[in-house]
């Protein structure tokens, strides 16, 4: 039994790199300087924010707007507070927001929000008319030159365009570092080198830029699975559309804190990905070899549908080798049990090093623009495996629990002097 388990454990392992190995290339790509975008034209955009009980954040995102280096005049905010038992939509209005007010407990989340706002917007004889639409949350903060950033490649032709995610909060704990050197992780060693190789990025939950005119294809805002980000990109490269991203467009935002929050907000992300993975799995599938497709489009198709599932499949299997094997050596006689654990610890310990090395490339590159004090920095590297680890319980759970989308509470205020790092 243990030869066997010593196969299947390899088997995962090989399978594991196989799936990930042309991520590898992409760390390399990343440590290569962004293209050189020229200025372009100046566009008009309106700023879109779904807020849920913010009052104690949304004035400081209003205000980063409005402190823009961006020409005056050609950005608008828009803010629907949606089913707020607090003063959110009155503290928006008197930053600056156009505010409408929803209240709708059937259909709850980002996504409807966002359908709602729009067609408030379209309802309205003098809403004047947007190059783009920019969707953040509440809790985001902007660096004054995020709107003349993003506008390079918005000007280059990319009619989506996301953006670099940092943290207002990265040195609060282990959970929020954990959360922070990800989100680094998918802008600098995901993002930025599919910009640089030509393929298709993908929208990570706020922060992107989106073209009127696909906004007008889609009759406003038809996204409303857990996560709408994911369905959103797939939904987008499917139709022919090629995702941005642009490296100096930076913003922050805030991380949970408590491992509960943590949970339950990984749990709607895991089960999210499940979602979008049976409705536009067998799609993008086809799309990979389907003739006469291009070839970004074919790998930007792939690049998604190994970001969404293998990794979750890979590990639970592995959990239930594991498992099963445990199980069996205590029930047989006779069989020493450290026999069966000493693989699994080798395992582990090998993922480990592999986060840990992860990590430490992220604070490498972008040593310079976390917000965080350089022992907190270090400490909580040594913390990213252990919260990394907890994706498998949660991948677990959101195979059998039903899940629905809770909103998360914010309280860090901070400004943009208190983020410089």
Same mark, same amino acid.
């Given at each position: 039994?243990?030869?066997?388990?010593?196969?299947?454990?390899?088997?995962?392992?090989?399978?594991?790199?196989?799936?990930?190995?042309?991520?590898?290339?992409?760390?390399?790509?990343?440590?290569?300087?962004?293209?050189?975008?020229?200025?372009?034209?100046?566009?008009?955009?309106?700023?879109?924010?779904?807020?849920?009980?913010?009052?104690?954040?949304?004035?400081?995102?209003?205000?980063?707007?409005?402190?823009?280096?961006?020409?005056?005049?050609?950005?608008?905010?828009?803010?629907?507070?949606?089913?707020?038992?607090?003063?959110?939509?009155?503290?928006?209005?008197?930053?600056?927001?156009?505010?409408?007010?929803?209240?709708?407990?059937?259909?709850?989340?980002?996504?409807?929000?966002?359908?709602?706002?729009?067609?408030?917007?379209?309802?309205?004889?003098?809403?004047?008319?947007?190059?783009?639409?920019?969707?953040?949350?509440?809790?985001?903060?902007?660096?004054?030159?995020?709107?003349?950033?993003?506008?390079?490649?918005?000007?280059?032709?990319?009619?989506?365009?996301?953006?670099?995610?940092?943290?207002?909060?990265?040195?609060?704990?282990?959970?929020?570092?954990?959360?922070?050197?990800?989100?680094?992780?998918?802008?600098?060693?995901?993002?930025?080198?599919?910009?640089?190789?030509?393929?298709?990025?993908?929208?990570?939950?706020?922060?992107?830029?989106?073209?009127?005119?696909?906004?007008?294809?889609?009759?406003?805002?038809?996204?409303?699975?857990?996560?709408?980000?994911?369905?959103?990109?797939?939904?987008?490269?499917?139709?022919?559309?090629?995702?941005?991203?642009?490296?100096?467009?930076?913003?922050?935002?805030?991380?949970?804190?408590?491992?509960?929050?943590?949970?339950?907000?990984?749990?709607?992300?895991?089960?999210?990905?499940?979602?979008?993975?049976?409705?536009?799995?067998?799609?993008?599938?086809?799309?990979?070899?389907?003739?006469?497709?291009?070839?970004?489009?074919?790998?930007?198709?792939?690049?998604?549908?190994?970001?969404?599932?293998?990794?979750?499949?890979?590990?639970?299997?592995?959990?239930?080798?594991?498992?099963?094997?445990?199980?069996?050596?205590?029930?047989?006689?006779?069989?020493?049990?450290?026999?069966?654990?000493?693989?699994?610890?080798?395992?582990?310990?090998?993922?480990?090093?592999?986060?840990?090395?992860?990590?430490? !490339?992220?604070?490498?590159? *972008? %040593?310079?623009? &976390?917000?965080?004090? /350089?022992? $907190?920095? #270090?400490?909580? @590297?040594?913390?990213?495996?252990?919260?990394?680890?907890?994706?498998?319980?949660?991948?677990?759970?959101? !195979?059998?629990?039903?899940? *629905? %989308?809770?909103? &998360?509470?914010?309280? /860090?205020? $901070?400004? #943009?002097?208190? @983020?410089?790092?």
């Amino acid at each position: 039994m243990l030869q066997l388990l010593h196969e299947l454990n390899q088997l995962l392992a090989i399978l594991f790199f196989f799936c990930y190995a042309y991520q590898f290339v992409y760390s390399l790509v990343a440590l290569c300087p962004s293209v050189p975008l020229p200025e372009g034209k100046v566009h008009r955009f309106a700023v879109l924010v779904a807020a849920r009980n913010e009052a104690g954040v949304i004035a400081r995102l209003i205000d980063s707007i409005h402190q823009q280096d961006y020409p005056a005049g050609m950005l608008d905010v828009y803010v629907v507070a949606d089913n707020c038992t607090d003063n959110t939509a009155q503290v928006a209005r008197e930053a600056g927001a156009r505010v409408w007010e929803r209240f709708d407990r059937s259909q709850v989340g980002k996504g409807y929000a966002l359908r709602w706002l729009f067609e408030q917007m379209k309802a309205q004889p003098d809403c004047p008319a947007y190059d783009g639409y920019l969707i953040f949350d509440a809790d985001n903060l902007l660096d004054p030159g995020y709107m003349t950033a993003i506008n390079r490649p918005f000007s280059a032709g990319y009619r989506i365009v996301t953006s670099y995610r940092s943290s207002k909060n990265y040195g609060d704990n282990w959970i929020s570092a954990g959360y922070s050197l990800w989100f680094l992780r998918e802008a600098r060693f995901l993002n930025h080198p599919r910009m640089l190789l030509g393929t298709s990025c993908a929208v990570s939950g706020t922060g992107f830029l989106v073209h009127h005119e696909i906004i007008e294809k889609n009759g406003g805002w038809k996204h409303f699975l857990l996560t709408e980000d994911i369905e959103f990109t797939v939904d987008s490269i499917l139709h022919g559309e090629r995702v941005g991203y642009c490296h100096d467009a930076i913003f922050y935002d805030e991380q949970p804190t408590q491992f509960s929050q943590s949970w339950w907000q990984r749990l709607r992300w895991t089960k999210g990905g499940f979602q979008v993975f049976g409705q536009y799995g067998t799609r993008m599938a086809e799309r990979i070899v389907r003739p006469g497709c291009s070839f970004w489009n074919r790998f930007s198709c792939l690049d998604m549908l190994l970001n969404m599932m293998p990794a979750a499949v890979l590990t639970m299997l592995s959990l239930i080798v594991n498992t099963a094997a445990l199980v069996v050596s205590l029930l047989t006689p006779g069989m020493q049990l450290w026999a069966v654990l000493i693989p699994v610890f080798r395992s582990m310990a090998g993922g480990c090093g592999l986060l840990l090395l992860m990590g430490g !490339l992220v604070l490498a590159t *972008e %040593w310079k623009r &976390i917000p965080c004090p /350089v022992g $907190k920095r #270090l400490l909580y @590297l040594l913390a990213f495996p252990l919260f990394m680890y907890t994706y498998i319980p949660i991948s677990v759970a959101a !195979l059998f629990q039903k899940v *629905e %989308w809770r909103p &998360i509470r914010h309280s /860090v205020a $901070k400004s #943009l002097e208190q @983020l410089r790092p």
